[in-house]
C-alpha cells in the first residue's frame, strides 16, 4: 500500500523559509509534486518534479520555492524561501506513475502559516 508521509510544517514569519519533506513508501514514482489548499477553495499545483528532472512551478513561488527528489530515499523536499501570509495553506504531498502533474496518491497534508 501507497503511503506519503509529510513533515515540515508550521508557523513561519514573513520572509522566513520552511522545508516540506515527503517520503514515500512503495514504488519510486515517476511524478511527485506539493499541492496547497486553503479553505473554500481548491488544491492548486505550487511545484512538481519528474523523475527525469523536469519541473513545474505556479506562477506564484517562481523564484521563491524550490522543488528537489532523493529518489534513493524516495523522499521529494519543498524548498520555501521568502515566505508570504499568502503562502498559509495545507501542503499535501502528490505523486504518480505518469506524466501527469496530478498523481493518485496524496499525502494527509501538513499546515504552513505565515504570520507575525
Known amino acids: 500500500q501507497v503511503q506519503l508521509v509529510e513533515s515540515g510544517g508550521g508557523l513561519v514569519q514573513p520572509g522566513g523559509s520552511l522545508r516540506l519533506s515527503c517520503a514515500a513508501s512503495g514504488s519510486i514514482f515517476n511524478m511527485m509534486a506539493w499541492y496547497r489548499q486553503t479553505p473554500g477553495n481548491q488544491r492548486e499545483l505550487v511545484a512538481g518534479a519528474t523523475i527525469r528532472g523536469h519541473t513545474n512551478y505556479a506562477d506564484s513561488v517562481k523564484g521563491r520555492f524550490i522543488i528537489s527528489r532523493d529518489d534513493a530515499k524516495k523522499t521529494v523536499y519543498l524548498q520555501m524561501n521568502s515566505l508570504r501570509p499568502e503562502d498559509t495553506a495545507v501542503y499535501y504531498c502528490?505523486?504518480?506513475?505518469?506524466?501527469?502533474?496530478?498523481?493518485?496518491?496524496w499525502g494527509q497534508g501538513t499546515q504552513v502559516t505565515v504570520s507575525s
Open positions: 502528490n505523486a504518480g506513475p505518469g506524466g501527469a502533474w496530478r498523481g493518485r496518491y
